[in-house]
């Protein structure tokens, strides 16, 4: 028996057709929703430990991701049919798992004023370099505009939660934009997916810093 989570692209051809374009114009916006959608993550932050009774946000977040995971490997031993699965993605780990796992690893391992810039920078500037790109922007016209959005929001994030030096945190916004753009668009291997390199090419440097910082001076890095 075929197993598949999906209706054979009708709802993404209904979609499509609601902004006037085809079933590719579909997938292309429900693929930037589900993208957007990586932000709910950041729910942990704002969450009672114990919202979910049965166990901490924390735990259902790893078992939410094991989930994910679970698809994975059904999609790769059962035949598991998945929306939005790509063709360079049917013999290796799909983008989506990558990208759950990046996004709970950065919330959990990275100090909150490093994890919320860089979750906001993976879930929005990559559908938004994506979209550049669909519009024939040139590749430094595309990465220029998008580290501009990026260090637009990253710097304030940096400086609201932050604790260092107000010098150090737009150094830090102003690096993640830069390292976050160029990471994105890189997909020769499951390592190299940028889902992964646009939330850990930042967020590892900047994290150890503020280990760094926070080892020699009095600061509220984490």
Request: one cysteine or more.
């Amino acid at each position: 028996m075929e197993l598949r989570l999906h209706r054979e692209g009708r709802w993404r051809s209904w979609l499509g057709a609601r902004f006037g374009g085809d079933a590719a114009l579909g997938d292309r916006i429900w693929r930037r929703c589900l993208h957007l959608a990586g932000a709910i993550v950041l729910i942990v932050y704002v969450l009672p430990r114990m919202f979910f009774v049965i166990a901490p946000v924390d735990v259902v977040l790893w078992i939410a991701l094991g989930l994910v995971l679970l698809l994975e490997v059904l999609r790769h031993t059962a035949g598991l049919q998945l929306p939005t699965i790509r063709d360079y993605e049917a013999r290796r780990v799909a983008s989506f798992a990558v990208f759950a796992t990046a996004l709970v690893v950065a919330v959990e391992v990275f100090p909150r004023f490093i994890a919320i810039p860089v979750v906001l920078g993976t879930v929005a500037i990559d559908p938004l370099l994506g979209e550049l790109r669909e519009r024939r922007w040139t590749l430094r016209k595309a990465q220029a505009t998008g580290g501009v959005v990026y260090a637009a929001f990253a710097i304030p994030l940096m400086v609201y939660f932050g604790g260092w030096p107000i010098g150090a945190e737009v150094a830090a916004g102003g690096g993640a934009a830069v390292l976050g753009v160029l990471s994105e668009g890189h997909r020769g291997s499951v390592w190299a997916d940028d889902d992964l390199l646009m939330t850990m090419v930042p967020g590892i440097p900047l994290t150890m810093a503020a280990w760094i910082v926070a080892g020699s001076i009095s600061l509220p890095a984490f």
